[in-house]
């Protein structure tokens, strides 16, 4: 990492604001100062985002590799999340990680309690994100509201795609999944294209 400090929040934002973590995440889970708006169709980013992106996925990419180096044979990528603290989410979520798994070949998701990433819900102003601090540590929060007005599993795979290193990409079609809220809450599409399931394995090949 070339900060020595740092947090993130990345993705499926309404507008800028603290983040208020329901009580049973806000022990567990990282204050998450900056955000990206998942309906800001005409906002196109910045380079300190694209860079919080990628400290997320290496983070990320650091725990699952770490705990593979004790299975040298192994030649897809195990990445564990939790999703205890977002029990109301529990059913996108496990359709999220079933759809990323029938995409990508060198990545995995897999449930389980030693996890390199958890999911939380709550209420938020900015909607559902998914932050880092830069240090291994990353959660991804789902915000009620957003997930009534937009496609939940949509919404929670656009997400888990920011932990696999896809960066947001708001004025593509709706058949491109990190386009996000761009395409408005009629687009419902949860699965990545042909572009990002390339990008994804391309990435954890290389690792």
Known sequence: MKRSVLSATLGLALAAGLAVLPTTAASAAPA????????????????????????FFQAVMASAKAKQAANPGLTTVTVTYDASSAPSFRNQIS???????????????????????????????????????????????????QNQQYSSVRVVAHETGHVLGLPDHYTGPCSELMSGGGPGT??????????????????????
């Open 32 to 55: 998450a100062p900056a955000v990206q708006g998942y309906t800001a169709s005409t906002y196109a980013g910045s380079a300190a985002e694209s860079a919080d992106n990628q400290a």
């Open 95 to 145: 359709q999220a990680a079933q759809i990323w798994n029938g995409s990508v070949a060198n990545v995995q998701l897999r449930s389980g309690s030693a996890a390199d990433f958890r999911y939380y819900e709550g209420n938020d102003s900015r909607g559902s994100y998914a932050s880092t601090d830069g240090h291994g540590r990353g959660y991804i929060f789902l915000d009620y509201q």
């Open 186 to 207: 009629s687009c419902t599409n949860p699965y990545p294209n042909s572009t990002e399931r390339s990008r994804v394995n391309s990435l954890w090949a290389r690792g």
